[in-house]
């Protein structure tokens, strides 16, 4: 209990000086004690901006040689600290008689009840879903948290690669180590840093929960974005409110963002706390022509693109959309607009970013993304039908049914009403139009990426969208504003907003609740991590071990426990992938078909030696066979040495 | 001050949440609590050696193994494992045909083997 206590404590601790400390104190730098952005704001752009700053400073300690391990991670956080604190102390020489006029946001005394009730809310109900959840098992977990170990372990910054079963001329061999596009390095540091100061292992619930933490941060920074959005209507805090619960209390809106926390989908998740920050930098920036806000504007654009490829390049699609709008909505006024715009881009601290940015870009660490060209991979013809476009339908579906309606409806009040608001109007609508353009018809703009992956990221702009529609239709359309009063009576409006709100919030309540029951706990990745250990202990970096994904629970686990290779234990992956043109078959024969020649030949020239399978369904065809020894036999696994 | 209190209404829900979830991850991961299951293996799974190892996280502590070369019994035993311990059995042979280790407890049996 005591150690339990103990961890617990330095868990917490790690949190703060990770994910919170260094952007507290880059703030304190940038705005002193002004009152630019309020207390929520801080702390929601504290934890962005302190992802990004721990990213950026293992990156240069790496870049240096240092290794990174809990001294040299707090040592390095402390000095850029020192750095922060004693600008904010010049700077407050400076900037002490200089008073400036923010707009505050503040609330009521029930606003700021509803939106603690809320949040509490949307904190339990997500907790309570991910209790059977919890233990490491999702397969993108997996395959992170491998990463991760490997950096805790070596103390540097991994090359992202790995060793796969090819076929040349008729012979099957073990490739040498090939890049793999698909990681990124931020997605990986701030989980690393939390370990090696906390000293937690990665397998356990602390990656989990730490996504839990960016999970509920995304939410809050839809919250502080929104209030922004609509600071210009009478009721434009009930906006927020709304928008906070639609996303907070719905534990998000489609099973897919229900299983993002405990499956293990980092990018994403970092790519919905990021993307509406960048946003709320831009719009406040232009709004208020504040050059400190632009810088960290720009910033955070940086630190996304050191994070997540796909969200990278959706916020870019969805920013130049908007920039877009806002020049056709200015009209007469677009050169103004447009100067408007260079004065921020071209002033001190905007070129500065700029141009630390490329530096660190190209004599630090390129994205291994753009390092290895995995641009080209994604222009193209779809290679595949889930990369041809969603049907309407299935858009609808992967963002809800009754959230789409409603935001669609926002959408349309936007599009007819709002647009002289054209800041508020363009970034609804480019970040809508973008995304559901690049789902639904991703061939206009060649793209090659899994359509339901973007599809996913159209439920922000649509909560923002659809939390606008409803206080829209209660504070305008049943509202007569010339005598002050509703059109119809007052308990009956409230009554159609909240029919509105709940039927806007059951159909997902309830979709979600079904999509997590199909994840039920279950003990089965016990026997998983067990022979895990097993083989760790018992062989060597030249025996070679093939396991099952289709009846193996965990089984991307395994690669954590034997930390070889990222691709190591290699896989018998779904059936279906089988199908594909030039896909190798031995990892496919050497489970089914042990027995067979062409099987044989595969475990000869692979030198696969240990295979890992599901008794009740991969038994059979290797007992009584004289080439196999049963050396491990579980309730659930049963793994055979070829002798 | 409204601003502060929500601060600490998102503090309060995470912490409490994360040590719960903590405390439940610890012992969902715990390979004996509430759990129901037993496994059999060879010390050296690679050499010719016959050392096994019973690992026991059930309910039942007792166990019967039998070693058999080919089809013929050669030795057999029983022994009490408790939950969440382990029993092992050191056996040499020298032998050029298979040899099983069979385990029984309760209801349930497992095998495994190494084939000369």
């Not at chain 1, 540091?189 to 999970?215: D, H, Q, R, T």
């Not at chain 1, 390092?371 to 309407?392: D, F, M, Y």
């Not at chain 1, 439920?459 to 002050?484: H, M, Q, R, V």
Request: with cysteine.
């Amino acid at each position: 209990m005591i150690n339990f206590i103990y961890s617990q404590i330095l868990f917490y601790l790690a949190i703060a000086i990770v994910l919170f400390i260094p952007g507290y104190f880059l703030l304190l730098a940038i705005f002193g004690k002004s009152k630019v952005l309020t207390a929520l704001e801080s702390f929601v752009i504290s934890f962005g901006l302190s992802i990004i700053i721990v990213d950026i400073l293992l990156i240069l300690l790496d870049r240096f040689g240092v290794i990174f391990n809990a001294s040299s991670i707090l040592i390095s956080i402390f000095v850029f600290i020192i750095i922060c604190y004693t600008i904010f102390l010049i700077r407050k020489k400076s900037e002490e008689n200089e008073q400036k006029n923010f707009i505050l946001l503040d609330y009521s005394k029930k606003q700021a009840s509803l939106i603690i009730l809320i949040i509490v809310f949307s904190i339990l109900i997500r907790a309570i879903f991910l209790f059977g959840t919890i233990t490491p098992t999702g397969t993108d977990l997996g395959h992170h948290m491998f990463w991760t170990k490997k950096i805790i372990e070596t103390g540097k910054i991994p090359t992202y690669e790995k060793t796969d079963i090819i076929e040349k001329d008729g012979a099957y061999s073990i490739s040498e180590p090939a890049k793999i596009d698909d990681f990124i390095i931020g997605e990986h540091l701030i989980f690393a840093s939390i370990g090696l100061i906390s000293k937690n292992n990665v397998v356990s619930a602390f990656p989990s929960l730490v996504l839990f933490l960016i999970n509920i941060m995304g939410i809050l920074a839809i919250f502080i974005l929104s209030e922004r959005l609509f600071s210009f209507l009478p009721y434009g805090k009930n906006i927020s409110i709304t928008a906070l619960f639609l996303l907070g209390s719905l534990f998000a809106l489609s099973g897919s963002q229900g299983n993002f926390i405990s499956g293990g989908v980092i990018g994403n998740l970092i790519g919905n706390l990021f993307i509406p920050l960048i946003f709320y930098f831009f719009l406040r920036a232009v709004q208020e022509k504040n050059a400190l806000l632009f810088f960290l504007g720009i910033f955070g654009a940086f630190g996304l693109a050191y994070t997540h490829h796909l969200s990278t390049f959706l916020f870019v699609f969805s920013l130049a959309s908007s920039i877009f709008l806002i020049l056709i909505f200015s009209g007469k006024e677009i050169f103004l607009e447009i100067k408007k715009w260079l004065a921020l881009i071209f002033s001190p601290l905007a070129l500065s970013v700029i141009f630390l940015s490329l530096l660190f870009l190209f004599f630090v660490k390129i994205p291994g993304y753009v390092e290895n060209q995995a641009v080209k991979t994604i222009i193209g013809e779809p290679t595949r039908a889930t990369k041809a476009g969603l049907s309407l339908e299935q858009i609808f579906s992967v963002a809800g049914e009754s959230r789409t309606a409603i935001g669609i409806a926002g959408v349309i009040i936007f599009l007819l009403f709002v647009r002289k608001r054209k800041y508020q109007s363009a970034i609804i609508l480019g970040w809508f139009f973008s995304i559901f353009i690049l789902s639904w018809k991703p061939t206009l703009f060649n793209i090659d990426i899994p359509s339901a992956r973007i599809g996913n990221y159209l439920i922000y702009p649509l909560i923002l969208s659809g939390a606008f529609a409803l206080n829209w239709i209660l504070f305008e359309c049943l509202f007569d504003k010339k005598n002050n009063k509703y059109y119809i009576n007052k308990n009956l409006s409230a009554i159609i907003f909240i029919i509105l709100l709940l039927y806007v919030s059951t159909s997902g309540f309830f979709s979600e609740a079904r999509s997590i029951q199909a994840k039920s706990p279950n003990s089965k990745f016990i026997e998983t991590f067990a022979v895990s250990r097993y083989l760790a202990e018992h062989t060597e970096k030249s025996d070679v071990i093939l396991k099952d994904h289709n009846y193996v629970s965990a089984d991307s686990w395994m690669k954590v426990f034997l930390m070889r290779d990222y691709n190591y234990p290699f896989t018998r992956g779904f059936f279906f992938r089988y199908d594909a043109k030039n896909k190798e078959q031995c990892t496919l024969w050497m489970i089914s078909e042990p027995k067979s020649s062409r099987s044989q030949k595969c475990f000869t020239e692979t030198g696969i030696n240990f295979v890992v399978v599901n008794p009740a369904y991969d038994s059979s065809q290797f007992n009584d066979s004289e080439h196999f020894w049963k050396i491990y036999s579980s309730n659930l696994i049963e793994t055979y040495y070829k002798k | 001050m409204k601003n502060k209190l929500i601060i600490s209404a998102v503090i309060f829900s995470f912490l409490l949440s994360a040590s719960l979830l903590s405390w439940n991850e610890k012992k969902q991961s715990d390979e004996n609590v509430g759990k129901n299951w037993w496994s059999l293996y060879f010390v050296e799974p690679k050499s010719d050696v016959f050392d096994f190892v019973i690992e026991n996280h059930s309910d039942k502590n007792n166990f019967e193994w039998t070693i058999l070369s080919d089809k013929e019994k050669i030795k057999e035993g029983a022994f009490e494992i408790k939950k969440g311990e382990k029993g092992r059995i050191n056996f040499s042979l020298s032998s050029d045909k298979k040899i099983t280790i069979q385990v029984i407890s309760g209801n349930e049996k497992k095998e495994i083997y190494k084939n000369f």
